[in-house]
């Protein structure tokens, strides 16, 4: 109370006064706040001593005091039901998060700021939360902040669960197909960290109480040494010994014992480990091409089987185009044709190549990606039932290089049997076969970063191996080929078995040529760095024999005798005559080589353009097809990764490698895209495909025929 006699009022539990009040005040009527009830009384005879003030200040402490404490207590228990739940549940939320932002940093589509931020954004908004539930007032705001953290916590392990969920549940498998893939991983083998993995692709053909046939298979690897996919296929009707039951046609094995006896024999075969199966039905292959809005594939001929000739109905026109389930699934089911099942074999790898290729046209569509997952899971049987066993295969395959895809094909004889057609191989050809898909011949071209010239850099060359004067030895072959070569001395240590060649990360490519020259060898690339000798240093092991073996240029097989013509020009012209496209055609030929067929047509393009398109099929003596394309659609599918470029007068040339042979050339003239398109088994050399494709000019205006004079 101030010396005036007045005092100050206060609400309770609040700081601010209300009003100040006289020690004489009259009386409060009834129904008057309590505040004012309490200030009358005060000025009644009787009133307490104690000022109302102080009485008004010890009300507004206690319950902020039993509020904290309320709250204190609330912290603390929830910390502890956090560390039980945590315990119990909470790692689960947080490795579904790592994982998910795993994948994410492996498809590069997500900016590595954000892959940092998302966690740490996670953590702030969890501590900011957290203090608010410990200290704040606001119960609304409370709550909203646990649901937020509740929510931030689940999202991540929710997602994924329902992935896993449609993977493992949507198909709705029967017990007899759960036993099939428990019988089927017995004979399967764990992928190792770090190592290639082998996928068998099985396309059965089920019909009603029939247990099918296998009518393809398909052995792929993903290696992510050398990020390549690789693709060998096995003739249907190939003469192998079937692990119980002898020798027969493989396919046969399927109907003995199913995926599980397939993947045994294959196994058996090749000797090499079955890391995952994957099984799909025709019906299933229908749907997934259907969903995936078809796939453009490059038609190499006429195809047409009419209805009713015992033979799967099909009819296809030559040329680039969409093709959908029926169609899509007549062309790689196709063997009616003078190589039978290697030509069908040829078909279905060239169809997974543009599969492969044309992924970046709907992987981003989450609406058909989830249509899609529920196809696969409907229509297919596989150990990769679950989000676990995905992920490891889904991150290792954004890792590959997609214009790194090889085919292999195990070659035999046809013969007859009993009445019956067999392909027979040889121990030789299976060991060819594997030891090609196991490391695929590369394109004999320049990789990234390309090779120096030999006079651009030296070559220091040191004795590792202890041997007088074998880096001298060496050093002198090396530099009878041109290179800069100088033995420096001896290494550190004369314990080196194989030979080593050091060269900065730059020079990668052009270290490579030393590697195979001093074969066996090892390459280590080392960072550049200030202080470091330039160029190349190689130390020689005690494998070196003392002579550097230079391969000598081998003859490109089934030459091709190039004559300058324009052969067919008549029908050149007829095509330019149906078309808007103004064509170019080629000047350069060879002897055997005929055109099948001109058509003029148009391509629709996922945007729904008509773009103008013709075609020239050609045939080789061997009844191979080989075809020129040209269409108005300047960004189609299938000039998409090219294994490399080359720059000549002014048009680049893109190439595209199957192994060592050239498959495809394509390059732009003005509004217009061309492309030479090898035959199924590449008959065609690489020196005549870039002879063609450079030869290329317009038609010349058709001159008038002199009138004859009166």
């Known amino acids: 109370m101030s010396s005036d006699g007045t005092y100050t009022v206060y609400r309770a539990g609040r700081d601010a006064p209300v009003r100040r009040e006289s020690r004489g005040a009259a009386a409060a009527p009834a129904g008057a706040p309590l505040v004012a009830q309490a200030a009358a009384a005060a000025a009644s005879p009787g009133a307490t001593a104690e000022p109302l003030a102080a009485l008004s200040r010890r009300r507004r402490v206690r319950p902020h005091r039993w509020r904290s404490v309320?709250?204190?207590?609330?912290?603390g228990a929830a910390l502890a039901a956090g560390a039980v739940l945590f315990w119990l549940y909470g790692r689960q939320p947080l490795q579904d998060l790592r994982a998910v932002l795993d994948l994410a940093e492996s498809t590069g589509d997500m900016p590595s700021w954000l892959l940092v931020g998302v966690p740490g954004l996670a953590v702030a908004l969890a501590a900011a939360v957290t203090a608010y539930l410990a200290f704040g007032r606001h119960l609304a705001l409370k709550v909203i902040g646990l649901v937020v953290v509740t929510i931030a916590l689940a999202a991540p392990g929710f997602a994924l669960g329902w992935t896993n969920g449609t993977l493992g549940e949507m198909g709705d498998r029967s017990a007899d197909v759960v036993t099939a893939v428990e019988k089927t991983r017995e004979q399967l083998q764990p992928p190792l960290p770090g190592k290639a993995v082998n996928i068998l692709l099985l396309g059965a053909d089920k019909r009603p109480d029939d247990p099918g046939r296998a009518d393809t298979m398909v052995l792929v690897r993903l290696d992510p040494a050398t990020k390549s996919i690789t693709m060998l296929s096995f003739p249907r009707d190939l003469y192998v010994e079937i692990p119980g039951r002898g020798y027969d046609k493989m396919n046969a094995a399927y109907p003995y014992g199913g995926a599980a006896l397939v993947v045994e024999t294959v196994g058996q075969l090749t000797g090499l480990p079955i890391h995952h199966f994957i099984e799909v039905d025709f019906g299933g292959f229908w749907s997934v091409v259907t969903i995936l809005g078809g796939v453009y594939y490059p038609v190499d001929r006429r195809y047409y089987n009419p209805p009713g000739t015992g033979y799967l109905p099909i009819d296809l026109e030559p040329g680039y185009q969409l093709l959908r389930g029926h169609d899509a699934l007549g062309l790689v089911r196709f063997r009616h044709d003078q190589l039978g099942d290697f030509s069908r074999i040829r078909r279905q790898q060239t169809f997974l190549k543009e599969l492969q290729r044309q992924s970046g046209?709907?992987?981003?569509?989450?609406k058909r990606v989830t249509k899609l997952l529920t196809s696969?899971?409907?229509?297919?049987?596989?150990?990769l039932d679950s989000l676990q066993s995905l992920l490891p295969l889904a991150s290792l395959a954004l890792t590959l290089d997609t214009s790194n895809v090889h085919t292999v094909q195990l070659q035999g004889s046809t013969t007859m049997m009993d009445g019956l057609s067999y392909v027979v191989a040889s121990s030789e050809q299976?060991?060819?076969?594997?030891a090609e898909f196991s490391d695929p011949t590369q394109a004999p071209v320049a990789k990234k970063g390309g090779v120096m010239a030999k006079q651009a850099y030296t070559v220091r060359v040191?004795?590792?191996?202890?041997?007088?004067?074998?880096?001298a030895a060496a050093a002198d072959q090396l530099a009878g080929q041109g290179f800069q070569a100088e033995a420096v001395g001896d290494a550190d240590a004369f314990t080196y078995g194989t030979s080593v060649v050091y060269a900065p990360e730059g020079m990668s490519n052009t270290a490579q040529q030393f590697v195979h020259l001093l074969s066996p060898a090892e390459l280590r690339l080392l960072p550049r760095a200030p202080g470091q000798a330039d160029g190349i240093t190689v130390v020689i092991g005690s494998s070196f024999d003392g002579t550097i073996e230079v391969p000598e240029p081998q003859a490109e097989e089934n030459p091709l005798l190039t004559t300058l013509g324009r052969y067919d020009e008549a029908g050149w012209r007829a095509l330019d005559a149906q078309t808007p496209l103004r064509l170019e055609m080629p000047g350069v030929w060879a002897p055997g080589l005929v055109y099948d067929e001109f058509r003029a047509y148009r391509i629709k393009t996922p945007e729904g353009r008509q773009a103008a398109s013709a075609v020239a099929v050609g045939r080789t003596p061997r009844s191979g097809y080989f075809s020129i394309q040209v269409t108005r659609w300047l960004h189609p599918p299938a000039i998409a990764d090219p294994t490399t470029q080359k720059k000549i007068g002014g048009t680049t040339y893109l190439q595209f490698y199957n192994g060592a042979r050239l498959h495809m050339v394509a390059w732009r003239r003005g509004s217009a895209v061309y492309w030479v398109l090898n035959t199924l088994d590449d008959e065609l050399p690489a020196d005549f495909m870039m002879a063609l494709a450079r030869s290329f000019a317009p038609l010349d205006p058709v001159q008038p025929e002199a009138s004859a004079s009166p």
């Open 70 to 75: 309320l709250l204190w207590s609330l912290f």
């Open 361 to 366: 046209r709907w992987n981003k569509d989450w």
């Open 376 to 383: 696969i899971t409907k229509n297919t049987t596989s150990d």
């Open 430 to 434: 299976v060991h060819d076969a594997v």
């Open 462 to 471: 040191l004795n590792g191996s202890g041997v007088p004067g074998i880096a």
